[in-house]
Antibody, heavy 119, light 110 residues
Framework: QVQLVESGGGVVQPGGSLRLSCAAS????????MHWVRQAPGKGLEWTAF????????YYTDSVKGRFTIFRDNSKNTLDLQMNSLRPEDTAIYYCAKDSGSYYRFDYWGQGILVTVSS | QTVVTQEPSFSVSPGGTVTLTCGLT?????????PTWYQQTPGQAPRTLIY???TRSSGVPDRFSGSILGNKAALTITGAQADDESDYYCVLYLATGYWVFGGGTKLTVL
């Protein structure tokens, strides 16, 4: 079955950096786009970033453009999110999500990892 | 900046019917935005209910249905049950590589 397991979360000071990782299994990773979706404490979901299957085409929500970079390693079945210049408003649970490959939806989600940006 | 709108909260009686909507601050929602609806309970990852406007995801009870009503996407729950009490989110695919979630609706069943 599809499994997505995030790691790398924690507490970081404003202006700092953090790299999240998502280990994927149970499907042919190299044939699906992948997303990061975040959720601030007590708030709604926010689509954050998307990477296509070849890893060359990447897309971001406006608030993280220039600060976050999404990566994938199809040989290791991993998805990463490099987060730089972190702000308190980046505090959230970050979910790794698999693109369904059709109808522009996220069909499987990880359990999420908490990132806290605080001094 | 385009904002996707949802009712912040809604209440329904057990056995009742409720329709949650998903709109745009500028323009109308159409099927070309591939509306998807997710259900989320506290501490859990979201679960897909409806995708491509009205297609029910595998295992989702048929009391959940999706549609376009006027200029909005809609999620209707017919015969609400206690365990339908959750947060509901719509998401629209607004442009190439660009998704926007609504703010979510907190549904209370009482």
């Amino acid at each position: 079955q599809v499994q997505l397991v995030e790691s790398g979360g924690g507490v970081v000071q404003p202006g700092g950096s953090l790299r999240l990782s998502c280990a994927a299994s149970g499907f042919t990773f190299s044939t699906y786009g992948m997303h990061w979706v975040r959720q601030a404490p007590g708030k709604g979901l926010e689509w954050t970033a998307f990477i296509r299957i070849d890893g060359q085409n990447k897309y971001y929500t406006d608030s993280v453009k220039g600060r976050f970079t999404i990566f994938r390693d199809n040989s290791k079945n991993t998805l990463d999110l490099q987060m730089n210049s972190l702000r308190p408003e980046d505090t959230a649970i970050y979910y790794c999500a698999k693109d369904s490959g059709s109808y522009y939806r996220f069909d499987y989600w990880g359990q999420g990892i908490l990132v806290t940006v605080s001094s | 900046q385009t904002v996707v709108t949802q009712e912040p909260s809604f209440s329904v009686s057990p056995g009742g019917t409720v329709t949650l909507t998903c709109g745009l601050t500028s323009g109308s929602v159409s099927s070309s935005y591939y509306p998807t609806w997710y259900q989320q309970t506290p501490g859990q990852a979201p679960r897909t209910l409806i995708y491509n406007t009205k297609t029910r995801s595998s295992g989702v009870p048929d009391r959940f249905s999706g549609s376009i009503l006027g200029n909005k996407a809609a999620l209707t729950i017919t015969g609400a049950q206690a365990d339908d009490e959750s947060d509901y989110y719509c998401v629209l695919y607004l442009a190439t590589g660009y998704w926007v979630f609504g703010g979510g609706t907190k549904l209370t069943v009482l």
